[in-house]
């Protein structure tokens, strides 16, 4: 008996930590952080909307293509702490591309954002500029969940990139590495890692 009852403790210590760690993934207090703005260097431009930057000014860890796709450098700027480099557009710069996709590269106002609400990959610098923390949250993927009515067919390296007819996703909620085809068989898009984010 005496040992059934350890044990039965025990399984609710167990449950006990388990939901405490579930529930309240980052105990972040409900504060409002006294930041000036983040930096969350993302991928921005397209051939059709050039970014104005230039190697310099770019961030370390995305890379610079021009409008033909022609790779041009990899940023130089770490986000922590950004050099002092000249502001000009280089024109042969026409967008980047960054391990995280869409959403501000520049976020400011920062609103209510604190180092633990703050997400990883963001830099959080006070309002005199001084780097104050990188985030400490996840950041949610903001997909939505419709079916893409284009997608014809998907292949994932999970399912040994066999076919999978009638599903429902989107070229947001697609798993990493997954390929989109439509009727056509032309690819849509391809799934992003799921770490990072698009928060339109
Ligand atoms: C692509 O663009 C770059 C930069 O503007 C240029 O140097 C290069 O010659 C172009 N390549 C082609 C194939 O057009």
Redesign the pocket.
């Known amino acids: 008996m005496a040992v059934y009852k350890v044990n039965f403790l025990a399984h609710l210590l167990v449950l006990g930590m388990f939901l405490l760690v579930s529930t309240d993934v980052k105990g972040c207090t409900k504060e409002c952080g006294n930041l000036g703005y983040g930096i969350c260097p993302r991928s921005e431009g397209s051939p059709e909307n050039p970014i104005c930057t230039n190697c310099c000014s770019g961030y370390k860890g995305c890379n610079y293509y021009?409008?033909?796709g022609?790779f041009i450098c990899e940023g130089q700027s770490d986000p922590k702490n950004p050099k002092g480099c000249p502001r000009n557009c280089d024109a042969?710069i026409a967008y980047s591309k960054c391990s995280r996709s869409k959403g501000k590269t520049i976020i400011y106002p920062t609103g209510c954002t604190t180092c633990c609400t703050g997400y990883k990959g963001c830099y959080y610098f006070d309002i005199d500029g001084k780097f104050v923390c990188e985030g400490e949250s996840i950041e949610p993927k903001g997909c939505t969940q419709e079916c893409d009515p284009r997608v014809a067919y998907m292949t994932c390296p999970s399912s040994g990139l066999a076919k999978l007819n009638q599903v429902c996703v989107n070229c947001c909620t697609a798993g990493e590495g997954c390929k989109l085809y439509d009727h056509d068989g032309s690819l849509l898009c391809t799934g992003e890692p799921q770490s990072y984010i698009s928060a339109a």
């Open positions: 021009s409008a033909n022609t042969k």
